[in-house]
T-cell receptor, first 111, second 113 residues
Framework: TQLLEQSPQFLSIQEGENLTVYCNSS?????LQWYRQEPGEGPVLLVT?????EVKKLKRLTFQFGDARKDSSLHITAAQPGDTGLYLCAGVGGATNKLIFGTGTLLAVQP | EAQVTQNPRYLITVTGKKLTVTCSQNMNHEYMSWYRQDPGLGLRQIYYSMNVEVTDKGDVPEGYKVSRKEKRNFPLILESPSPNQTSLYFC????????????FGNGTRLTVT
C-alpha cells in the first residue's frame, strides 16, 4: 500500500514567517498534487507537479517535486492569515493511477 | 459557475435509518468519487465511478452504496447507518481518469447517533 506522510502535522506561526511542509513516500509517483482546504469547504487544487526536480511557483508558494518523484515540499514565504488551512498532498501512482492523499498539515497563521 | 454540489451540508440521524447524500456536478466530468475525512486518517476513498453505470469500490466501501445513472449525479447511500460512519463526506469529480486533479464539493457533515 502506498502511503504519503506529511510533516509537520500541525504548524502555528506568526504572520510574516516562512515555512515548509513536507510530503514523503517510499513509493514513486507519476505526478503529485497539492490542495488547500479551508474550514467548512472542500479541498481546492493549488498545483500539479509532474517531472522529477520540478519547481513551480504560485505567488508566495513554491512547490518542488523530488528528483526521484517520491517526495515533495511546499514552501510559503511571508505567510499571511489567509494562508491558514489544511494542506494536502496527493500522489498519483500504482497500476491503476490511483490518487493517494497524504495525512495533511494544518497551518494556522496568526496576525 | 463550475461546481460540485452536495446536499445536505449537515445531517444528524439515528442508527439504522437509511439516508442518501446527493452529489451533482455541472462540468460534464466523466469521473466522480466519494471520500470520507476523519481526524488523523486523512481522506479515504469510499467509491468511485469512471462513467455512467460504472462504479467501483474504493478503500473503505463497507456500509455504503452508490449509483451513477446519469453523468452529473452520483448519490451516496447509507442503507443502515452506524455511529462509525459519523464523518465529513466529500464528493469530487474530474475530467479525466482516476489520477486527474479533483474538484470537490463543500462537504456533508454526518452524525449518526
Amino acid at each position: 500500500t502506498q502511503l504519503l506522510e506529511q510533516s509537520p502535522q500541525f504548524l502555528s506561526i506568526q504572520e510574516g514567517e516562512n515555512l515548509t511542509v513536507y510530503c514523503n513516500s517510499s513509493s514513486v509517483f507519476s505526478s503529485l498534487q497539492w490542495y488547500r482546504q479551508e474550514p467548512g469547504e472542500g479541498p481546492v487544487l493549488l498545483v500539479t507537479v509532474v517531472t522529477g526536480g520540478e519547481v513551480k511557483k504560485l505567488k508566495r508558494l513554491t512547490f518542488q517535486f523530488g528528483d526521484a518523484r517520491k517526495d515533495s515540499s511546499l514552501h510559503i514565504t511571508a505567510a499571511q492569515p489567509g494562508d491558514t488551512g489544511l494542506y494536502l498532498c496527493a500522489g498519483v501512482g500504482g497500476a491503476t493511477n490511483k490518487l493517494i492523499f497524504g495525512t495533511g498539515t494544518l497551518l494556522a497563521v496568526q496576525p | 459557475e463550475a461546481q460540485v454540489t452536495q446536499n445536505p451540508r449537515y445531517l444528524i440521524t439515528v442508527t439504522g435509518k437509511k439516508l442518501t447524500v446527493t452529489c451533482s456536478q455541472n462540468m460534464n466530468h466523466e469521473y466522480m468519487s466519494w471520500y470520507r475525512q476523519d481526524p488523523g486518517l486523512g481522506l479515504r476513498q469510499i467509491y468511485y465511478s469512471m462513467n455512467v453505470e460504472v462504479t467501483d469500490k474504493g478503500d473503505v466501501p463497507e456500509g455504503y452504496k452508490v449509483s451513477r445513472k446519469e453523468k452529473r449525479n452520483f448519490p451516496l447511500i447509507l442503507e443502515s447507518p452506524s455511529p462509525n460512519q459519523t464523518s465529513l463526506y466529500f464528493c469530487a469529480s474530474s475530467i479525466g481518469t482516476s489520477g486527474s486533479p479533483l474538484h470537490f464539493g463543500n462537504g456533508t457533515r454526518l452524525t449518526v447517533t
